[in-house]
C-alpha cells in the first residue's frame, strides 16, 4: 500500500544546507519509491531578511554573524562541499563569495509553486545552483529570469513581478507563519504538518524518518 505524504521545505536559497538536505530527501524518497507517494511545496524562509540590494562579502558576513575565523569558514565550507558531493550537489569549491538577498527569489517561487508543483520544484533547484554552483547574485533581475527560464517558467510573467511587487505580502505572511510555528533554523522538513525533520540530514536520516511517519499515517487511516 502506498502512504500520501505531503511535504513542506521550508528552507532559504542562501541556505548551503538547504541544497544538502534536498539532496538528502531526494535520495531518500528514491529509496521509497512506490511506498510513499510525497508532494512538496516548498516554503519560504530568509536568513538575512535585512541583506541590501549591495549584498556583503562571505567572510565578513559570517564573521560578524557567528563569529568565525577564515579558517574555520573554509574547513565549514569543505564539510559542506564533501557533504553535497555525497547526494549529487556540487558547491562551487571557493564558495559564493557574498551573501545576497533572496527575497525576489521567494516571491517568484511563490508564482512558481501556483503553475504546479513541478515548475517550483524545477526553479528552486535552479537558484539553488545558481548561488551556490555558480556564486550567481540571485537578487539579480537578470540571474533570477534565467532560472525561470532553465524551470520552465514564463519569462515576460517573471519580469512583471520582479518590476513591482507582486506575492511580497503573501511571502511575508508565510514566513511569519513558519516562523511563529516554532521554525527558526533551516532547512526543516514538515510532513503532513505534523512531524518535523531539523537539519540537512543524510538521506538515511531522511529514509528512516519517513518510513516511520508513513507507518504512523498508514496506521491512523486504518484504524
Known sequence: MTTSLQIDFVSDIACPWCAVGL???EQALDQLLGQVDVQIRFQPFELNPAMGPEGQDMTEHLTEKYGSTPEQQAQIRETIRA???EVGFLFKPEGRGR???TFDAHRLLHWAGEQGPDKQYALKKELLTAYHGR???VSDAEVLV???LTAGLDEARAREILAGDEYALTVRQ???QWQQAGIHSVPAVIVNRQY???GGQPAAAYEDALRRIAASVAAGETA
Open 23 to 25: 539532496g538528502g530527501l
Open 83 to 85: 557533504r553535497g558531493a
Open 99 to 101: 551573501i545576497w538577498n
Open 135 to 137: 556564486a550567481e547574485n
Open 146 to 148: 534565467r532560472a525561470c
Open 174 to 176: 508565510n514566513e511569519l
Open 196 to 198: 518535523l525533520i531539523s
